[in-house]
């Protein structure tokens, strides 16, 4: 039996996202899991960072918000929906992140609730990164859904390869909290299927809920295959997205990374 926190962020309940959220709570209830659901919409979650987030502060004078955070974990003074979103992170064995991809990105409410929840002291920190961060042992999973055509998310497509797109949050958030990282489930297209297409999307996810457990995560990085430089050592192969020019001279990606557009 898992303990599995989804985080919601999507603003309507009648959404092929709000199906894709029922046909999750019925499965892991029917396999004997506990969930608890994070509806950020329903819950007017507040993903602005503010002074307010802290009952007492270290400095009054200006507002550091990082150190404000260490602080505020440290001496039990967060604001009381920060502490109990941390409690739900806490519990959980699995967390997944369940939001329809905007811009390329998370809704601002599911990024806000990540900067204001992952707090420094619980999430990482103090040499807590990647495989030693603060939430380690725990499993994580993003499932977007999007009205892009697979083969626009693919490497030689219109919008480029879509792991490239997660790489911030997946690396970025996850990893480098500790999480092992599952498998995105995709949902692509939604908007431009039919009924057929779309029951067919849902009963894809409900397979792949039946199954976790037995899932590997993705090979993602850890921070012994890094030298002292914090770049990666030379007998390691890269094997994630954000690292393919691990082994590209660096005056070529210099090169690249200014490179202006093909003349006409």
């Known amino acids: 039996m898992a303990r599995v926190l989804i985080v919601y962020a999507h603003p309507e309940p ?3 996202n709000g199906a894709m959220l029922s046909l999750a709570k019925r499965t892991f209830e029917s396999l004997g899991d506990e969930l608890r659901i994070s509806d950020l919409y329903a819950m007017s979650f507040d993903p602005v960072a ?3 987030d802290f ?8 507002l550091d918000y990082f150190a404000e955070q260490r602080h505020g974990y440290a001496t039990g003074s967060l604001a009381s929906d920060i502490t109990a979103e941390i409690a739900k992170v806490s519990w959980c064995d699995l967390l997944i992140l369940q939001f ?4 390329f990105s998370l809704p601002a409410i599911l990024k806000g609730w990540i900067d204001r929840v992952f707090v420094p002291g619980f999430a ?20 977007t859904t999007m009205s892009a055509y697979p083969q626009m998310m693919a490497p030689d497509g219109l919008n480029g390869l879509l792991e490239v797109n997660l790489w911030p949050v997946q690396n970025g958030v996850l990893a480098f909290c500790g999480f092992d990282i599952l498998e995105p489930f995709i949902a692509d297209s939604v908007t431009h299927v ?4 779309r029951a067919g999307i849902l009963e894809r996810y409900e397979r792949r809920l039946r199954h976790l457990a037995e899932e590997r995560p993705l090979p993602f990085h850890r921070r012994e295959e890094f030298d002292r430089h914090w770049r990666m050592k030379p007998e390691v192969e890269p094997r994630t997205v954000g690292h393919f ?7 070529v990606v210099a090169r690249l990374r200014r490179a202006g557009p093909p003349k006409s």
């Open 245 to 251: 020019f691990g082994r590209v001279p660096d005056d």
């Open 14 to 16: 009648r959404s092929f």
């Open 194 to 197: 039919d009924d057929a297409a």
């Open 100 to 103: 329809p991809l905007y811009w």
């Open 50 to 52: 503010r002074a307010s």
């Open 124 to 143: 990482f920190g103090a040499g807590k990164w990647y495989e030693r961060g603060g939430l380690c042992g725990k499993r994580a999973m993003l499932v």
């Open 55 to 62: 009952k007492s502060r270290e400095q009054e004078d200006r």
